[in-house]
């Protein structure tokens, strides 16, 4: 499995819009709110033969009041 983390930018008072809609889904392993220039920071698990571009274009950024995303993947836990 590959660990991919999302920040999102949500529209203006889409925040919890788009945190209960990505909760419905059950594609993420956690979900936080953050401070800073994005609202979202998800952690995914993506199966190892997944394109993780596609995956998160047809899971996550069909969710209306997404304004922007900043993905990054991982390599190794230490």
């Known amino acids: ?18 945190a209960d809609a990505l909760y419905d889904l059950e594609i993420a392993s956690e979900l ?14 993506i199966e190892e033969d997944e394109d993780i571009g596609r995956y998160i274009n047809d899971n996550v950024l069909k969710i209306p009041g997404i304004d922007r995303s900043l993905t990054t993947l991982t390599f190794r836990a230490f």
């Not at 709110?33 to 979202?40: A, C, Q």
């Open 1 to 18: 499995m590959n660990c991919v983390f999302v920040q999102l930018r949500c529209s203006p008072g889409k925040t919890y819009e788009v």
């Open 32 to 45: 936080y709110s953050t401070s800073g220039e994005y609202d979202l920071l998800m952690k995914l698990y």
